[in-house]
C-alpha cells in the first residue's frame, strides 16, 4: 500500500518537474534577449510560447534570433559596412595615387624621349 502511494507521488513529482522543465528551456531565447536588450525581445518571447505546441520545432530559430543581436554591435552588420567603405576608399586613395605616379613618369620619360628623337634626327641628317 505505502509503495502504491510512493510511485504514485514520485509519478506526479516527475511529471512536474518535466512539465517546468520544458517551460524553462523554451524561455532561454527571452533571457538572451532580454539579457541583450534585443529589441525584439517580446516578439521572442511569444514565439518562444507559441513553440510548446509545436513542440519546440521553431526554438532553436528563436535561440539563433536572440544570439545575433548584441547591443554594442547591434546586428553586426553596420561594422561590416563601414569596413567596406573604408577598403573602398583605400582603394580610391590609391587609384589617385597610381596616376600621379603615372603622371610623374610620364613627366621624366618625356624629356628623354625627346632628347633621343633629337639624336637619332642629328644622326640622320650627319649620314
Known sequence: MFLDYF???????VALVIF?????????????A?????PH???IHYAGWV?????HAIWPFLWIWATLWRKERG???QR??????????????LSE?????????DTMTSPVEQSSVASTDNNEEKQ
Do not use: C, V
Open 7 to 13: 510511485a504514485l507521488g514520485l509519478l506526479i513529482f
Open 20 to 32: 517546468y522543465a520544458i517551460i524553462i528551456i523554451h524561455d532561454i531565447p527571452y533571457e538572451i
Open 34 to 38: 532580454k539579457e541583450r536588450q534585443h
Open 41 to 43: 525581445q517580446d516578439a
Open 51 to 55: 513553440s510548446l505546441f509545436t513542440l
Open 75 to 77: 546586428w553586426g552588420f
Open 80 to 93: 561590416l559596412e563601414e569596413e567596406q567603405h573604408d577598403i573602398h576608399h583605400r582603394m580610391d586613395l
Open 97 to 105: 595615387q597610381l596616376n600621379r605616379l603615372q603622371q610623374q613618369i
